[in-house]
């Protein structure tokens, strides 16, 4: 009977432990500023043009709660389980670059060259997933 409660009382302090882990987990989409440059070249390869910007874009950062637990049914004694913080869903936008240069270093002003649009994708939204599931 006493071996009864013990087990039992283990249990509890196991799911306790785990409920707190649980909203340790603070996987967000934040935003961000990075710099971009696109260069441009023409059928021969030469540069045409580089364009470059501060864009402001999404990123996914936080904590993910994993695990390893012993087990008799795994091959390598363990059970793992692994989370990692990314994108559930991505979107594609435009982002227009406005400093652009020609191959020799000269900025460029013409109001057709002087500006390029680009598509970038980025995460809509974040969450903790499996690690090691590319099926996104």
């Known amino acids: 009977m006493a071996l009864f409660f013990?087990?039992?009382?283990?249990?509890?302090?196991?799911?306790?432990?785990?409920?707190?882990?649980y909203s340790d987990e603070n996987c967000e989409t934040l935003p961000t500023e990075i710099h971009v440059t696109k260069e441009e070249y023409?059928?021969?390869?030469?540069?045409?043009?580089?364009?470059?910007?501060?864009?402001?874009?999404?990123?996914?950062?936080?904590?993910c709660n994993s695990q390893v637990q012993p087990s008799v049914v795994t091959p390598t004694g363990f059970l793992k389980e692994c989370f990692c913080c990314k994108e559930n869903y991505l979107r594609e936008r435009l982002v227009t670059l406005v400093h652009c240069y020609d191959s020799d270093g000269m900025r460029l002003e013409d109001d057709e060259r002087a500006i390029m649009e680009i598509r970038l994708r980025e995460p809509a939204e974040c969450r903790c997933s499996k690690c090691g599931d590319y099926s996104r």
């Open 6 to 21: 013990k087990s039992s009382y283990c249990m509890l302090m196991f799911l306790v432990a785990v409920t707190k882990c």
């Open 42 to 63: 023409d059928d021969m390869g030469s540069l045409v043009r580089a364009c470059s910007g501060e864009v402001m874009v999404n990123k996914c950062e936080g904590i």
